[in-house]
């Protein structure tokens, strides 16, 4: 499809395990960004990637999380040690040019991670 | 620090009419302002961008304000339809890099 891909769409872990959750752009997308959605509440910012480059991870919570896009495209974030308050959806969003503010981000359906 | 407020409680509209939903925010000055629609167990879907110098952005059977003075958006949904049901989020932007989002307003149109 032509939209933005995330796998998996379900992860369930136990606590202390790492994680990997990977997303697919859509293609020729310079930016891409990562956030995090609690149950009612609305997609809190993670990080930022303009190409490879990682240019805002100010909104990742803890040294646990880690996230890369090493070749420009497919990005994939990495939650290590997981604790119980990582349970959220995970969403990841791209779009075409290099600033956010007056472009459309193009969401995927997201990863629904729980911690047991 | 940057605050977002939406309505906190549902919204329920009877079909056909004309659902409002407001958006204020708080210590930031965005020079744009995007609205999403975001369904069950789904992404987050763009619906419409304003800028600080517009006053109103009109598409389909959406409109959209952005009053700079009073720091608030105002989302239309006119003749409302039982599809129009889902959660909507205001994202006030100001950073070329980040999008701070809303918690959302859910809506339910009844038939």
């Known amino acids: 499809g032509a939209g933005v891909s995330q796998s998996p769409r379900y992860k369930v872990a136990k606590r202390g395990q790492d994680v990997a959750l990977r997303c697919d752009p859509i293609s020729g997308h310079v930016s891409l960004f990562w956030y995090q959605q609690a149950l009612g509440q609305g997609p809190e910012f993670l990080t930022y990637f303009q190409n490879e480059a990682q240019l805002d991870k100010s909104g990742l919570p803890s040294d646990r999380f880690f996230a890369e896009r090493p070749e420009g495209s497919v990005s994939t974030l990495k939650i290590q040690r997981t604790q119980q308050e990582d349970s959220a959806v995970y969403l990841c969003?791209?779009?075409?040019?290099?600033?956010?503010?007056?472009?459309?981000?193009?969401f995927g359906d997201g990863t629904r991670l729980s911690i047991l | 620090s940057q605050k977002i407020e939406q309505n906190s409680e549902a919204l329920n509209i009877q079909e056909g009419k004309t659902a409002t939903l407001t958006c204020n925010y708080t210590?930031?000055?965005?020079?744009?302002l995007q609205w999403y629609r975001q369904d069950p167990g789904r992404g987050p879907v763009f619906l419409l961008l304003i800028r600080e110098n517009e006053k109103e952005k009109r598409k389909e059977r959406l409109k959209v304000t952005f009053d700079t003075t009073l720091k608030q958006s105002l989302f239309h949904i006119t003749a409302s339809q039982p599809a129009d049901s889902a959660t909507y989020l205001c994202?006030?932007?100001?950073?070329?890099?980040?999008?701070?989002f809303g918690s959302g307003t859910r809506l339910s149109i009844r038939p």
């Open positions: 210590n930031y000055s965005p020079a744009y």
């Open positions: 969003a791209s779009s075409l040019a290099g600033t956010v503010n007056r472009q459309p981000q193009h």
């Open positions: 994202a006030p932007v100001s950073s070329a890099s980040k999008i701070i």
